[in-house]
């Protein structure tokens, strides 16, 4: 007789003694394989691990398993994958799908009545904690009975007491494992037992366990290692519960960082068992499927340790450096319009990616959905290491709580990949762009008009002060040549005759009498015609009064010094012609001198 077959019947007569000393501690965790599930065990350990085929990726440990998964609750990133989309049967793993539909439509403080149909329709031989017909719980017991004890009959009621019946509820549970985007699970009924068309895969078990973890409730009550339900309506005696998942602390297999789980087993299902545990910031949930006891706990155990040891999370905002907003490839364009986006678009600092220790973010490649179906959402980003799918997050409008960011370049000018999903009139992007260009343009626009028309009142105004200027220097010019004339006639005038003795007719023919005598004719002619100064008129109107008025003042008063040294110097030379000096008269005059 082999030594295994020494030790199944040994443990077989252990069992019944305990079974018949202790009926209620005797538990389906415990059911040792037979040989021929002993060798089957050791043959599903040749069976490939799909996850050792990536590129760069930690190696993981052999179990014999008919299938695992290791992966990350918050990104859902596979760290190990073997076997994970074969339809396998979940037993009572089945609960976690159940508990999750009740919490999400229940209080904890309602009442739940077990029906005839819960108790009279669930095998006696299956894991119960005998509830009777009538009898009232809570929907918090009820959850311990299910998750702690594993209770058949509390399935069966609780499914009733959400879904009216069970056919609803089983309804629900599909309709929820499509949501979370199972495809390989099909329930019918809400406890796990036994039959063809109750099944799941690995992965789709692995997803639904990310749901239930992701609440805090479920969290509590499935690491929870002993509970009491107290006594009810028709029983007196309390029901104490203590959880069948042996990695809970306290427990054989206790493990550090243990949230729960739930375990389950069936003849043809084997072992199953989910477990989530968190270690330094990572929350892992571990799926084994048709494993053998005590197996699955240290399975699960290896496949934790192997994923706290190899990977390691990272903050995608804060790692992202590689490219940013402005980046052309981003819009499929050249044109880098938009300057910097950090006060319009921001990565969504929720998101992480889960990779191997050692390697460096950028080595991550990302691809891009531009219909990411995420109110506030622009796009949404994945991140792979080769074709696994290592986390991911969104690029979102910015809110008032605008953070500095580098964006990630989707698409880089030199690589073949193309956008994912991408819908030419979704645009959202482009339109941002577009609205803040043209604002810019308006902006600048009417800046520059305000500058031109500054720019035209300024040159107005200039150009009034240059004629105003102008007309000044015009003035000052004319009296200086009239002074400069006068010195030159006077100096001419001594250098012809220097003994100063003039002519009548001499006299006459000096340039100085025949401007006066010009002058004198003007001032007769402007007398009658009613002349006036057009020069004058016009800078009396343009406000410069004053200015004219003094300057004006001081050629005639220069002139009048200059007409009355002719004078003087005229009776000096001709004694005879004194008092004509004064009041010239024009030429055609009968009275003119008689030169």
């Known amino acids: 007789m082999s030594k ?82 074969e339809r396998l049967y979940p037993a009572s793993t089945t609960k976690i799908m159940t508990a ?57 009621a609780l499914a009733e007491h959400v879904g009216g019946d069970l056919t609803t509820f089983v309804g629900m549970m599909n309709d929820k494992a499509a949501q979370l985007g199972c495809t390989n699970t099909h329930f019918v009924n809400a406890s796990g037992l036994p039959d063809p068309d109750h099944y799941v895969s690995a992965y789709d078990l692995a997803t639904i366990a990310r749901a239930f973890f992701a609440n805090e409730t479920l969290c509590m009550i499935s690491g929870t290692e002993k509970y ?43 072992q199953t068992l989910v477990t989530c545990a968190q270690r330094d910031g990572m929350k892992l949930v571990c799926v084994v499927m048709k494993d053998e006891s005590p197996y699955q706990f240290t399975d699960t155990a290896d496949l934790l340790d192997y994923g706290f040891a190899s990977f390691e999370k990272k903050n995608i905002a804060d790692n992202e450096t590689r490219y940013n907003i402005r980046s052309a490839s981003f819009f499929h364009t050249k044109l880098d319009i938009m300057g910097s986006s950090r006060d319009i678009l921001t990565l969504n600092r929720d998101g992480s ?67 994912v999903s991408y819908r030419p009139d979704h645009k959202t992007v482009f ?30 105004i200039n150009s009034a002060r240059r004629a105003r200027m102008k007309k000044r220097k015009r003035y000052k010019k004319r009296s200086e040549n009239k002074r400069y004339n006068y010195r030159k006639r006077s100096e001419n005038r001594r250098r012809r005759n220097p003994e100063g ?47 004219y008025d003094k300057e004006y003042d001081e050629d005639y008063q220069e002139d009048y010094e ?19 000096g004064i009041e010239l008269l024009p030429l055609d005059h009968p009275n003119r001198w008689d030169m």
């Open 228 to 270: 009491v339900i107290p006594s009810t309506n028709l029983t007196a005696e309390e029901r104490p519960q203590e959880n069948h998942h042996k990695m809970i602390q306290g427990r054989k297999y206790a493990y550090d960082g243990i949230i729960g789980g739930k375990t389950g087993y069936t003849n043809d299902a084997r």
């Open 4 to 85: 295994s077959t020494k030790m199944m019947i040994a443990f077989a007569v252990i069992s019944i003694c305990a079974l018949l000393m202790f009926p209620y501690r005797v538990l389906a965790v415990d059911t040792l394989p037979n040989e021929e599930n002993t060798t089957l065990w050791e043959q599903r350990k040749q069976l490939p691990i799909e996850s050792n085929t990536i590129t760069g990726w930690p190696k993981g440990p052999e179990n014999g398993t008919e299938s695992a998964i290791l992966m990350d609750v918050d990104t859902g990133t596979i760290l190990y994958s073997k076997n994970i989309n």
């Open 431 to 460: 339109v941002t762009v577009s609205d803040v260009v043209r604002k810019l343009f308006m902006i600048v626009g009417t800046l520059f008009f305000i500058i031109l028309v500054i720019t035209l009142i300024m040159r107005f």
């Open 353 to 419: 990616i889960v990779i191997p220790k050692g390697m460096d973010f950028n080595e991550a490649t990302v691809k891009v959905d531009y219909d990411p179906g995420a109110e506030g959402a622009v796009a949404r980003l994945d991140y792979f290491v080769g074709e696994n799918r290592v986390g991911g997050t969104t690029l979102d409008y910015a809110t008032g709580d605008r953070s500095r960011f580098e964006f990630a370049n989707i698409i880089t000018d030199t690589s073949d990949e193309q956008p």
């Open 100 to 156: 999750l539909l009740v919490v999400e439509n229940c209080q904890m403080d309602e009442v739940v009545t077990f029906s005839d149909e819960a108790i009279d329709n669930t095998e006696w031989g299956s894991s119960r904690i005998g509830i009777k017909k009538g009898e009232q719980l809570t929907v918090e017991q009820c959850l311990y009975g299910l998750l702690l004890g594993s209770a058949n009959e509390v399935a069966y």
């Open 501 to 547: 003795e003039l002519t009548p007719r001499d006299m006459y023919m000096q340039p100085i009498y025949k401007e006066l005598q010009k002058r004198s004719a003007d001032a007769s002619g402007s007398a009658d015609k009613g002349y006036y100064d057009e020069d004058y008129e016009e800078d009396y109107d343009t406000g410069f009064e004053e200015e």
């Open 562 to 580: 200059d007409r009355i040294y002719d004078e003087e110097q005229m009776v000096k030379d001709f004694p005879g012609m004194k008092g004509y």
